[in-house]
């Protein structure tokens, strides 16, 4: 059961890095996009909120921000409240793909769960949740 469970783990995995690598992502850059899009208009962040919200260091963020910003999906501005700080913004070209490669995430996500039906996914993620729970997971489910 355990293997299986890894087995399963590994094949879901590799079909999302095949979403990353069709975007030409890492998964830690996708993840700092999603963040910044999650985040709501004007999608912007500072880096310490970037940095808190990834459980990441600064300077984590900052080699992330760093490679993201040199493909031209996002950018640093500054702060206009706070002549010190900067914001980390999507740009255009960086919520397009973000976008795009959401929905490809999410479509990755459905085709791994499709040969369950509706009712084995929720009895799936209830046994899941469970198995979390003995290792200490403390995280509330996403509500659906």
Do not use: C, N, W
């Amino acid at each position: 059961m355990v293997q299986r469970l890894g087995r399963g783990a590994r094949y879901v995995e590799r079909s999302i890095e095949h979403v990353f690598d069709e975007f030409g992502l890492h998964p830690y850059e996708f993840y700092v996009l999603g963040v910044l899009r999650r985040s709501g208009k004007p999608y912007r962040m500072s880096p310490t909120q970037l940095a808190r919200t990834l459980l990441l260091t600064a300077a984590s963020v900052t080699h992330r921000v760093d490679r993201l910003e040199k493909a031209g999906l996002v950018r640093r501005i500054p702060d206009p409240d706070d002549r010190r700080g900067i914001f980390v913004e999507l740009t255009p070209r960086g919520l397009g793909l973000v976008d795009r490669a959401i929905e490809a995430h999410a479509a990755a996500e459905e085709y791994a769960v499709s040969g369950l039906t509706p009712g084995e996914q929720k009895e799936l993620a209830r046994m899941l949740r469970k198995l979390l729970l003995t290792f200490g997971d403390t995280r509330p489910d996403r509500p659906k």
